[in-house]
Nanobody, 127 residues
Framework: EVQLQASGGGSVQAGGSLRLSCLYSGFSFDDYTIGWFRQAPGKEREGVSCISRGGGRTDFTDSVKGRFTLSRDNAKKTAYLQMNKLRPEDTAVYYC????????????????????WGQGTQVTVSS
């Protein structure tokens, strides 16, 4: 059974940084693409970023490009979302998710492509 746990959220001022962690439990972490998503109050869940199985490919939604980076440590079964230059509009509950993928497939951060989800972690950015 795959389980995911997001952590590292908190409250920061605009321009600050946070690093979110996504801890995976189960077998074959390196068979899974990891995605990060967020949901602000009253809004639909949206994709933020994804990282391929081996970590060689990442992708980001336009609003976070140049500010967020995503990495993974397959030995620790953990993915890390580094968020810099945070803005008030980044305020949301952040979720990580996993999907088993073929090695050569680029990653995706489409909500419907993922079927293993963790509990979220709250990120609040004040102006």
């Amino acid at each position: 059974e795959v389980q995911l746990q997001a952590s590292g959220g908190g409250s920061v001022q605009a321009g600050g940084s946070l690093r979110l962690s996504c801890l995976y439990s189960g077998f074959s972490f390196d068979d899974y693409t990891i995605g990060w998503f967020r949901q602000a109050p009253g809004k639909e869940r949206e994709g933020v970023s994804c990282i391929s199985r081996g970590g060689g490919r990442t992708d980001f939604t336009d609003s976070v490009k140049g500010r967020f980076t995503l990495s993974r440590d397959n030995a620790k079964k953990t993915a890390y979302l580094q968020m810099n230059k945070l803005r008030p509009e980044d305020t949301a509950v952040y979720y990580c998710a996993a999907v088993r993928t073929i090695l050569s497939v680029p990653c995706t951060y489409t909500v419907g492509d993922y079927y293993n989800w963790g509990q979220g972690t709250q990120v609040t950015v004040s102006s």
